[in-house]
Nanobody, 125 residues
Framework: QVQLVESGGGLVQPGGSLRLSCAASGGIRRMYAMGWYRQAPGKQRELVAV???????NYADSVKGRFTISRDNAKNTAYLQMNSLKPEDTAVYYC???????????????????WGQGTQVTVSS
């Protein structure tokens, strides 16, 4: 059974940066597009960034130009570099694989695995 472990969150001031990591392990039999998601208190979980197996990326409008998603296929790891952070970026961040390879175009999420515990990102002065 695949396990997803997110790390790298923390408390940062507005305008600061963080780099999140997502390690996938156990029973991975094929490659999928990978996504980063976030869920703020009282809100639904949303897809904010996605990277295809070939490295194509797409982002939610709210993070375009500030976040960068990447992946290391050899390590089964995905990353999210977050710059120019804003208080509204405060949320628990999760990663997952995406069943539909077209997600990099549609940004319509169809997660593949059970969710990990996520990593808390708090942007506050």
């Amino acid at each position: 059974q695949v396990q997803l472990v997110e790390s790298g969150g923390g408390l940062v001031q507005p305008g600061g940066s963080l780099r999140l990591s997502c390690a996938a392990s156990g029973g991975i039999r094929r490659m999928y597009a990978m996504g980063w998601y976030r869920q703020a208190p009282g809100k639904q979980r949303e897809l904010v960034a996605v990277v295809s197996t070939g490295g194509r990326t797409n982002y939610a409008d709210s993070v375009k130009g500030r976040f960068t998603i990447s992946r290391d296929n050899a390590k089964n790891t995905a990353y999210l570099q977050m710059n120019s952070l804003k208080p509204e970026d405060t949320a628990v961040y999760y990663c997952n694989a995406e069943r539909d390879p077209n997600v990099v175009v549609t940004m319509i999420s169809w997660p593949r695995y059970d969710w990990g515990q996520g990593t808390q990102v708090t942007v506050s002065s």
